[in-house]
């Protein structure tokens, strides 16, 4: 099982869109694939019209460590189960409750789900938090969208600073471009100073409608778009993260 958190300390930069493709393009692939929506915003639950099935359930299950199984849901997608958002304000208080007590919670409530799934994809809400701390310990790859613009730059480092403050591999954190507009000379210049670092993945995604349209479709992209672009992009983007991961 490879766990990949979509996560950035900065919101709005294309963690939930991206989470939602990569994981039906890897269930595609006929990997047995779970998403995990544990931003309280619920934004991956809307894109796979899931609801929870009950509200606070999510709480029951991390407060009494009961089996993380029974909060799984299918998605109308073969190969492809959803932990939808539990959109009740006060679960999320009792996650980053339970967090608090260890840094390795996470990584603990995923253990039973090993020989379940091949991969488990994050859904992380943006900021630092006793949560984002336990999503980097129990991710295998932390992968972060990247907006070429200045201010971040500034996230991407203070991510990388967080990383060795906290002691967590940096090995685990791999980028890649999201939202790029190569008209502009910033965004150009941005990412060729970005490549040089190792981090970042080649193939990157542009900033396309195709990929605002999900909202009105309520579905992945290759849904609806396959033969575009944004499809394209996406396709490539998760074959180039697939090899690097599985090699
Ligand atoms: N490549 C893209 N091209 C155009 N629009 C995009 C692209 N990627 C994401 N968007 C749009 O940008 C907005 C933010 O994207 P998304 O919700 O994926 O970001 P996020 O990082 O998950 O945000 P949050 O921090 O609030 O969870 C959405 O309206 C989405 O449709
Ligand atoms: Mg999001």
Known sequence: MVTIALYNLKGGVGKTASCVNFAYLA???????????????????????????????????????????????????????????????KSFDVILEEMKSSKK????????????????????????????ENIFNAADIVLMP???TTLSIRTYNMVKDYFKEKNIELSKMMCFFTMADLRKNMHNEIME????????????????????????HK??????????????????LWTEIKEGVLE
């Open 105 to 132: 919670r996470l990584k603990s409530i995923l253990q039973p789900l090993n020989k379940v799934y091949d991969f488990v994809f994050i859904d992380c809400p943006p900021g630092f938090s006793v949560l984002s």
């Open 146 to 148: 990247v907006i070429p």
């Open 219 to 236: 579905a992945p992209i290759e849904t609806y778009a396959r033969s575009g672009y944004a499809a394209q992009c996406y396709r490539d």
């Open 27 to 89: 269930a595609q692939d006929g990997y047995k694939t779970l998403l995990w929506d544990i931003d309280p915003q619920g934004s991956a639950s809307f894109y796979y019209q899931s609801k929870p099935k009950h509200k606070g359930g999510i709480k029951k299950l991390i407060e009494k460590d009961a089996d993380l199984e029974e909060a799984i849901m299918a998605t109308d997608y073969e190969n492809l189960d959803i932990i939808p958002a539990d959109l009740s304000a």
């Open 193 to 216: 100073t970005l490549y040089k670092d190792k981090k970042f993945f080649e193939n990157y995604i542009p900033y396309l409608s195709d990929v605002e349209k999900m909202g009105i």
